[in-house]
């Protein structure tokens, strides 16, 4: 099993940035692709961002693009998150997942985090 902390949530103004974090545990990090999905209230779990095992490659939610940027650190168990630019869509429940490759599908995604909340105001 993996076991997934995320933080670094919080309240934040229209064009700020916020920078998650997730913390990783249990079985070797570096042989899972990581993903952040988002969820907002009355939606569906929604894909932003993930990055390959060896964070050779990244793939990104169009609605994010040019404004998050994804990041790893295998040697230190932890996946990022940097969110520029901040809309009040951005509004959501943030989630890291690990899975066997980079996918955009969230039924790819084995292991969980409880998720973080992120609230833009304008």
């Known amino acids: 099993q993996v076991q997934l902390v995320e933080s670094g949530g919080g309240l934040v103004q229209a064009g700020g940035s916020l920078r998650l974090s997730c913390a990783a545990s249990g079985r070797t990090f570096s042989n899972y692709a990581v993903g952040w999905f988002r969820q907002a209230p009355g939606k569906e779990r929604e894909f932003v961002a993930a990055m390959s095992r060896r964070g050779l490659f990244t793939l990104y939610a169009d609605s994010v693009k040019g404004r998050f940027a994804i990041s790893r650190d295998n040697a230190k168990n932890t996946v990022s998150l940097q969110m520029n630019s901040l809309k009040p869509e951005d509004t959501a429940v943030y989630y890291c997942?690990?899975?066997?490759?980079?996918?955009?599908?969230?039924?790819?995604?084995?292991?969980w985090g409880q998720g973080t909340q992120v609230t833009v105001s304008s």
């Open positions: 997942a690990v899975a066997s490759y980079h996918s955009t599908n969230k039924d790819d995604y084995s292991y």
